[in-house]
């Protein structure tokens, strides 16, 4: 019994801790690329699109194109990377805890 009053505590202290890390994710910032830095967004780590930058130079409307995909690129990217971030600060958290893998805890 007592293993499991230390069972029940652990997954309290887990439960709070990945509390802290969503409201964490909500101020970490990310920033995706695209076409050699010309295009580049800023995203939370949990995917709210903060801001856009553009080199002027892709501003020629004959080639609009071209920028909605390398915008569309960037935030593919962005959001690989808080992807990263959100893996890297989990497994702070689960370090040591028996948890399969591949398991998303969110």
């Not at 295009?39 to 002027?56: E, F, Q």
């Not at 690129?73 to 962005?78: E, F, G, R």
């Not at 959001?79 to 969110?106: A, D, Y």
């Amino acid at each position: 019994m007592r293993d499991m009053m230390g069972l029940m505590k652990q997954a309290q202290q887990m439960q709070q801790k990945m509390a802290d890390l969503q409201a964490e994710l909500d101020t970490v910032e990310v920033e995706g690329t695209a076409g050699g830095g010309m295009v580049a967004v800023t995203m939370t780590a949990k995917g709210a699109l903060k801001g856009i930058r553009i080199d002027p130079g892709l501003m020629v409307p004959d080639e609009r194109e071209i920028l909605e995909d390398l915008i569309v690129a960037a935030c593919a990217d962005a959001r690989t990377r808080s992807e990263r971030v959100m893996q890297e600060r989990m497994g702070e958290i689960t370090k040591g805890l028996p948890i399969p893998p591949g398991m998303k805890l969110f």
